[in-house]
Nanobody, 126 residues
């Protein structure tokens, strides 16, 4: 199993920035990729961004492309830098670990995620 611990959420005004972090521990040798999803009240959980663990290729939802940046370090930590935040970005953000080799075929689906973080609230005020 891979355990994920997130940090960095909070309240920010529209146009501001936040940086989320997610530290992975446990069987991290089984990581193929990591990513972020978000869930707003009354809505389904949706894909935000992902990064492949070996090569570092990045993938984004259209709604955040150009504003959010996903990155990783060599210590099993993934980051989500969020700039130009909008009220519609308000949600609980979940860190995700992809543990299967076929992750690339369906990484936008929560069904491909092997482990989840506990979630961190991001609130953007207008």
């Amino acid at each position: 199993q891979v355990q994920l611990v997130e940090s960095g959420g909070g309240l920010v005004q529209a146009g501001g920035s936040l940086r989320l972090s997610c530290a992975a521990s446990g069987r991290t040798f089984s990581l193929y990729a990591m990513g972020w999803f978000r869930q707003a009240p009354g809505k389904e959980r949706e894909f935000v961004a992902a990064i492949s663990w070996s090569v570092g290729n990045t993938y984004y939802a259209d709604s955040v492309k150009g504003r959010f940046t996903i990155s990783r370090n060599n210590a099993n930590t993934v980051y989500l830098q969020m700039n130009a935040l909008k009220p519609e970005d308000t949600a609980v953000y979940y860190c995700a670990a992809y543990l299967g080799s076929r992750w690339i075929l369906g990484f936008r689906s929560s069904g491909q995620v092997g482990s989840w973080g506990q979630g961190t609230q991001v609130t953007v005020s207008s």
